[in-house]
């Protein structure tokens, strides 16, 4: 028998006996003998996978090394009335820091989106408002600031993480941590501000949420630190498109509420894996097709099949991914002395006030992961090694350590981070008095002083170089 050949116009031909014998065998061999000859092309894909991650997360780590953060103190005036609007403008404003990473820059020079941190502390009761970013974008957070609140003070202080030591355990301090993430998929909103108005008159009310979580901030004491943070970075327009999805799910009947994590999406794979092979085995005992009954259409889901609880929820998603969206990680951190430690005083009922943001057909903010948790082996030692990571990236304000960065949209965020309207009656709250001008020169001035020490720099008469100021005293510095 002539071998099968395929001639070509350059005067060579291919013989594809080999192929034909490997095709033709068993199921198992044949699997077997493709599995040698392409095995090293599955092996190779994935260390080359392997490495240029290992190669971005190196370089960006380089790049990273070198940029310089700055600490922001925000305060506004007491008698300043102000909508979570105005924060929500804020947001928006920052979008600006988007930025689009190239290959060669992502694995050469290691760019990589910059982010803000949107923080709350309580530093033995005294409250401030805090945002830390990039150097090189300091002064979009300051426009887009002072664009909605004209007299408010912003103030460089120092990182207050350094009050408290940085290694656990320790002779004099104790920690707790709690990280947070969304209950259900990116797509389900939260309950947001326009839904904490109710009327009791004729005019309406508007119950701020921030008092709820603000009044757990007053409830930390001497040598007690109860500190909150909220990361976000900008992100692009793929998270709509899964929203879009999403909604044509629960059109159809399809739709489930569940996180998409990565540890889901495997186990659901899995269990599908038999599924499929039965499917496939029936269909292979039963070649000819049975024919359809006629009359027979797949049913359609509509958008007046559903419940109105269906379309509020559908009206609530397209309402979220109508606006600009961040990629968002959120933890809180309780840091005390060994002798007044006890995070239950203000950790629970912090988590409590969260659960005001809970729709049960939609989304809530939930605790993901805790410091103190209780594992089989080596528990001790295992505390401590989770405890040290937690707080470092609490330092480092990473937002890639942990679970996986959600989706908050620009609405969600302020409802969750504004500054109180003066009805919210908390003690030591740090507030903006009133606005400054240029004073007379040799006037002394008395200020408050908190345990926020600003950051005082000196300019060179040269103008080359800039140099701290490190034996100012306290009492002689000025800062909200």
């Known amino acids: ?178 990280e947070f993430q969304l209950a259900e998929a990116d797509a389900y909103p939260i309950r947001t501000y326009p839904n904490f108005e109710y009327k009791i008159s004729k005019d309406d009310v508007f119950s701020d949420p921030m008092a709820a979580i603000l009044e757990n901030f007053s409830r930390v004491g001497h040598g007690e630190n109860f500190w909150l943070q909220i990361i976000i970075e900008p992100t692009g327009n793929d998270w709509k498109t899964k929203g879009i999805e999403l909604v044509k799910d629960i059109i159809s009947g399809h739709a489930g509420h569940h996180g998409s ?16 092979i039965a499917k496939e085995f029936f269909r292979y005992l039963n070649s000819a097709e049975a024919p359809e009954e006629e009359g027979h259409e797949e049913a359609v889901g509509k958008l007046s099949d559903l419940t109105p609880g269906g ?42 006030a969260l659960n005001q943001f809970h729709v049960q057909s939609r989304n809530a903010i939930v605790p993901r992961f805790i410091t103190h948790t209780h594992f089989l082996f080596f528990n001790h030692a295992r505390e401590i090694m989770v405890q040290n990571k937690f707080f470092k990236a609490f330092a480092k304000r990473k937002i890639k350590v942990g679970g996986s960065p959600y989706i908050l ?19 030591l709250i740090q507030k903006a008095g009133a606005k400054r001008g240029e004073p007379p020169m040799n006037l002394p001035v008395e200020a408050d002083a908190g345990p926020l020490r600003a950051k005082v720099r000196a300019v060179d008469i040269s103008g080359t170089t800039s140099v701290d100021i490190p034996d100012v005293e306290p009492e002689e510095i000025m800062y909200g």
């Open 1 to 178: 028998m002539e071998p099968f050949t395929l001639s070509s116009v350059f005067g060579f031909s291919i013989n594809w006996d080999f192929w034909s014998t490997v095709l033709a065998q068993p199921t198992p061999a044949l699997i077997n003998d493709l599995f040698a000859v392409f095995g090293w092309v599955i092996l190779a894909l994935i260390c080359v996978s392997l490495g240029s991650q290992l190669l971005a997360v190196f370089r960006s780590r380089l790049a990273g090394d070198k940029w310089e953060h700055v600490l922001l103190a925000v305060d506004v005036p007491p008698l300043f009335i102000q909508s979570p609007k105005a924060v929500e403008q804020i947001f928006a404003h920052l979008s600006g820091a988007k930025v689009g990473v190239r290959l060669a820059e992502k694995y050469w020079i290691g760019k990589r989106q910059k982010n803000f941190s949107f923080e709350i502390i309580s530093i033995e009761g005294y409250i401030q408002f805090l945002i830390r970013t990039e150097s090189a974008f300091r002064d979009l957070v300051e426009a887009a600031v002072y664009a909605q609140y004209p007299e408010a003070e912003i103030t460089e202080v120092e990182d207050y993480v350094d009050l408290v030591p940085g290694a656990f355990p320790s002779e004099t301090h104790h920690m707790f941590g709690v």
């Open 261 to 276: 994590t990565v540890l889901k999406d495997m186990v659901a794979f899995i269990g599908n894996v038999p599924m499929v």
């Open 311 to 352: 379309k509020s929820t559908i009206e609530a998603i397209e309402d979220k991914i109508a606006k600009l969206g961040y990629k968002t990680k959120m933890r809180a951190l309780y840091v005390a002395r060994n002798e007044v430690f006890n995070p239950g005083r203000c950790v629970d009922g912090f988590i409590g």
């Open 409 to 427: 949209n620009i609405e969600e965020l302020a409802t969750i981070w504004h500054f109180p309207l003066p009805f919210v009656k908390t003690p």
